[in-house]
């Protein structure tokens, strides 16, 4: 080999450690920060995940019952009345999956497989770079 491809080569293995070094870091601080969260922090989990703050339907109506009471007005039309129940159908559904731990959970779990998949990923590569950096350095001593 070429003084040059020696060089070469030798840049890319250390990037490669590095890069996949980092990957292995980013992965293990998301693991960290959500079990942190979870575990001291609850109502900082609850702002972390975007599908658990997305308003409900009904944002800006206050409670339902109101709404229940528009649904048996005489002024209302059949088609509103529809419109009403579709609503309160929809409230109902956003209550039970987008609050609480019923949205918390999957996307903790979600944010767990991330990581891993990081950690499982970019740690054999690193560890398959560094042991031929490592072997070239044994073989030049």
Not at 43 to 61: D, F, I, L, R, T
Not at 101 to 125: G, H
Request: charged share 25%; proline share 4%.
């Amino acid at each position: 080999m070429t003084e040059k491809t020696k060089l070469i080569r030798t840049v890319y293995l250390y990037l490669a450690v590095l890069i996949s070094l980092v990957f292995v870091a980013v992965g293990v601080g998301r693991i960290l920060n959500s079990g942190i969260k979870y575990a001291l922090f609850p109502e900082a989990e609850k702002k972390s995940y975007y599908e658990c703050n997305v308003q409900p339907p009904m944002y800006g109506y206050g409670e339902t019952k109101e709404v229940e009471r528009l649904k048996t007005s005489e002024v209302a039309t059949q088609d509103e009345k529809e419109q009403i129940e579709n609503l309160l159908r929809d409230y109902a559904f956003w209550k039970e999956n987008q609050s609480g731990e019923k949205c918390l959970v999957p996307a903790r779990q979600n944010n767990f497989v991330d990581a891993f998949t990081m950690i499982l990923i970019a740690l054999p590569i690193c560890l398959v770079h560094w042991r031929i950096i490592k072997r070239e350095k044994e073989a030049k001593a």
